[in-house]
């Protein structure tokens, strides 16, 4: 019995090498796993997902950028496949992980008081943010809003929709779910 804790130890160990290399690569990682007939788990591999940037993207940020444009990436990814991403796009190093964003009250989803005096600092600091909710993407551009910004947002999918509406223009890009379609002021098909 302990020769299987220990092999399992020792097996989740590497896999978490492996999620972190991986990740800094940019290549997202997915365990398989199965139980066995004493109902424990057993790892049977790792499925990996590679999702690069579209091709015009790094041209599309470095032209924003040419015009003044403050880009910011805000992802649900994890932070290690986000600085990657970052660093392909040429959006700076300064990702950071969703732990120091506010959230909407718990009961009453107001956001907080003093937004823009407590987070407006990081929020323009920082080149992108990385596994955030969709409340955190929403409270970052409500922030900007406050702080005195035009806020663009591009998004695709329904966690993007709040702040996709709540930008001063909300862009869907192709493929966008209905969710997300319906909340953009601009469509790209």
Avoid at 74 to 82: C, E, K, R
Avoid at 89 to 95: A, F
Avoid at 126 to 138: C, I, L, N, R, S
Avoid at 170 to 176: E, F, N, R
Wanted: aromatic residues 6%; negative net charge; hydrophobic residues 40%.
């Amino acid at each position: 019995m302990i020769i299987f804790f220990e092999e399992q130890a020792k097996i989740a160990h590497l896999c978490e090498v492996d999620v972190h290399e991986l990740g800094a690569r940019g290549i997202r990682s997915l365990a398989v796993a199965k139980t066995n007939d004493n109902d424990q788990w057993e790892m049977l591999g790792m499925l990996t997902f590679l999702d690069p940037p579209r091709p015009d993207t790094k041209q599309t940020v470095a032209d924003a950028k040419k015009y003044g444009v403050m880009v910011k990436m805000i992802t649900g990814d994890n932070l290690l496949i986000a600085r990657e991403t970052s660093r392909q796009l040429d959006l700076g190093l300064n990702i950071y992980d969703a732990s120091g964003l506010p959230l909407l009250d718990m009961e009453t989803k107001v956001k907080p008081e003093n937004l823009s005096r407590d987070y407006g600092d990081l929020c323009l600091a920082a080149d992108g943010f990385a596994q955030v909710y969709p409340e955190h993407k929403y409270l970052v551009v409500e922030c900007l809003r406050e702080l005195g910004y035009k806020t663009g947002m591009t998004g695709d999918g329904v966690n993007d929709a709040p702040a996709l509406k709540r930008a001063d223009v909300g862009v869907a890009v192709q493929g966008a779910t209905d969710a997300a379609r319906a909340a953009a002021d601009i469509v790209l098909t």
